[in-house]
């Protein structure tokens, strides 16, 4: 491996834009990540995270060594041990649970820390399917919103967000890109500047996102369908609509003109808190604004209501025709044009038994709580739930059990590898070979190694390949090389928009764009090959067959909905150990209502109690008028520290939405008093 030089990477941290990188390395060490400026979309610009990120890829915190737990479960003290020793110890349990009581009671939880399909979605899944464990339902993310969008347009397609330098109009709708999708924003400032585009931000909280446009419009958490259903109401009753597109290119169109007769604009401004003035003007410059794209975001979707409002606000362009026009259309997700052969890469039919249990994600703490047919293994890798996962109270009340064999694969001890029976030390993803596909732009990229692996520590694929050799798994695809995997991952007939790409392909253009056509004129994957405005599918899965405002659930009595959502500075929990980061980010805020706060005696500034039945936070407060009254938010996934009680994720549900299994973070209420005389919470 040469030692100096300037290498070309990809970013392979869980955010829509997948960077392309150069990462600067010099006495073996990589020294600088600036962006790559040949990447076709991102153009060398990259977020202030990933620029730091050296910071974090040599944090003396870095795991090194194996580890095996010396201290009480949650203490955080470890003694080494060796890779050996390692896998021996894992196997030999597994192999005496398995005889005990059956494959399912070990349990694989992973997400996305490191979006390499193969580290993340590769030779895991090979190994745990021929293990026959427990399958988990990986959809703490999008999945409620993708489901939603999939009963509209048939799969995860959108627009080429290349083309929104066209759009005139762009409207952000619960999406806090600025921080989240920072080259979407690029664009749009791209096209403002260009077409005088008019940016629209809908969201509970007026963040950077917010700050950035012309017109912010603050929406009640959990109300968006009924938002876009008053839009639509509108388009019909002014005859904004394309009559010959909808004709053409959707079912139902009729059927939702008298439905959504009852969404009048007074109607739904009780229910969304935008006045009927604004409801009027947002209407009809999405009617008479062409090109109009809606860049749908992940926060409205993280609700009861999630799935449904994705469905609904997906109807919104086919009512203007803006499909056809280049800029205009939307983008929820753009996965479905990269999907790759995940027989291939994943082997399915290695799992013998069909009925093997399926466990959510989103409930741990029920899982491992659970006393019939209890999980007795956990093994984690590439998350870190102790932080991420809703209802953190049962989550941790779950890991302390005496009984449960914890291993965590992580490049930092983190708040969940204090759970673990065994920690093993994780490479960096530049330290790795993997391929990646961005679910927002139409590139696919692969990451050769770049740096030797750190310490002892060691890829998810080569870890999986050392657990199938001590299980005793003799296929030859456990030995199978990256470069394979990939060549197998992108061996896909059915998939025509991967036509010509190849793993040679990805080595030598670095950036490949997949061979994707626009969707208009064509026949969409759903069951009628059109857009579904009314659909029989949803019906038959128990849903309203028009799309429809359903209230969110009575969290309980509480006086404020509490948004938790994502910060500038981290990503999920990734980097709220490092502490460049930290410093960038400086400490969690609760963002409230001047009004509420006048109201409950609390001044800016103060530490507060937040509290639920679920748990409680002491936070500082924030005053002003970003949020709307009722409702507070705050941002970052942030771990304790001495002295502090800032895990949000004690407060937040771990209902399942209506679609896709998906979770519900912004569903939740808490009550809030100043911290030094707020009452105790009253723990469930
Ligand atoms: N800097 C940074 N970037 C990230 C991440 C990160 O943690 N930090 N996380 C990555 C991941 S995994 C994901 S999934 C994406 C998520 O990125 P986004 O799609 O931006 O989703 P969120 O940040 O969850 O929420 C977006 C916005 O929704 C708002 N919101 C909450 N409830 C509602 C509602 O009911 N209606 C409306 N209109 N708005 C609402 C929130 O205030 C927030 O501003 O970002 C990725 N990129
Ligand atoms: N309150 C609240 N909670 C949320 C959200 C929210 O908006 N609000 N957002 C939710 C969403 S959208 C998501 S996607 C989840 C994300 O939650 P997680 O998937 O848990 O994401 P991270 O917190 O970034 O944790 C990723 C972990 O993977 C590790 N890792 C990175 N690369 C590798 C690797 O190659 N191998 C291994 N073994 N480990 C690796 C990192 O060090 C890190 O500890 O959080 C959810 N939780
Ligand atoms: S986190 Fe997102 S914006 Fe930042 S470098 Fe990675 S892909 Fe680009
Ligand atoms: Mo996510």
Known sequence: MEQNGVFKSVCSLDCPDQCGLLLHKKDGKIVKVEGDSEHPVTKGNICNKVRNMTERIYDVKRLEYPLKRSGAKGEGRFERISWDDAIETITTRWKALIQAEGPESILPYSFYGNMGLLNAEGMDR?????????????????????????????????????????????????????????????????????????????????????????????????????????????????????????????????????????????????????????????????????????????????????????????????????????????????????????????????????????????????????????????????????????????????????????????????????????????????????????????????????????????????????????????????????AEMIAQALNHPRNPYLEGIEYETLLEKQYVKAKVKTLFPGKLPTPSGKIELYSERMEQDGYPPLPTYIPIVNDGDHPYQFIAAPNHNFLNSTFSNNQKHISLEKEPRLHMNRKDALDAGIEDGEQVRVWNHRGECVLKVTLGENVLQGVVVTQGLWADTEGTKQLVNTLTPDRIADMGGGATFFSGRVSIGVASHAPEAKLK
């Open 126 to 482: 090979r190994f745990f399917h021929r293990l026959g464990a427990s399958q988990l339902e990986r959809s703490i993310c999008s999945s409620a919103g993708s489901a939603g969008y999939k009963y509209t347009m048939g799969g995860s397609f959108g627009i080429n967000p290349e083309d929104t330098v066209y759009s005139k109009l762009i409207i952000f709708w619960g999406i806090n890109a600025a921080s989240t999708n920072m080259h979407q924003v690029v664009l749009a400032q791209q096209a403002r500047k260009q077409n005088g585009a008019k940016i629209v931000v809908i969201d509970v909280h007026k963040n950077q996102t917010g700050r950035l446009a012309d017109w912010f419009i603050p929406i009640l958490p959990g109300t968006d369908s009924a938002l876009a259903l008053g839009i639509m109401h509108i388009l019909f009753a002014e005859n904004m609509i394309d009559s010959s597109f909808l004709h053409q290119f959707t079912v139902g169109y009729e059927e939702l003109r008298g439905h959504v007769n009852q969404y009048d604009p007074l109607t739904v401004s009780g229910i969304t808190g935008v006045p009927v003035e604004d409801i009027y003007k947002l209407a009809r410059m999405y009617g008479k604004t062409s090109p109009a794209f809606i860049r749908i975001g992940n926060g409205p979707q993280h609700h009861d209501n999630g799935g449904m409002f994705v469905r609904t606000v997906s109807c919104l362009p086919a009512l203007t025709g803006q499909w056809l026009i280049r800029g205009g259309g939307a983008i929820k997700g753009n996965s479905g044009y990269l999907t790759i052969n995940t027989e291939n890469l994943q082997r399915p039919e290695f799992l013998k038994n069909k009925q093997t249990r399926i466990i959510n994600m989103n409930q741990l703490g029920d899982a491992l709580l659970k006393e019939e047919h209890p999980v007795k293994s956990l093994y984690v890798y590439g998350t870190n739930p102790a932080i991420v996962a809703p209802e953190g109270n049962k989550v941790r009340k779950g890991l302390v059990r005496q009984d449960l064999f914890i291993v965590v694969h992580d490049l930092f001890l983190t708040e969940t590898a204090k759970y673990a029976d065994l920690v093993l030390p994780a490479t960096s993803s530049f330290e790795n070979t993997d391929m990646y596909s961005s679910s927002w732009h139409h590139y696919l990229q692969i990451q050769l190694p770049v740096a030797e692996p750190y310490g002892e520590s060691k890829s998810n694929v080569d870890v999986f390949r050392l657990l199938a050799k001590g299980m005793g798994f003799e296929d030859d695809s456990f030995e199978d090389t990256e």
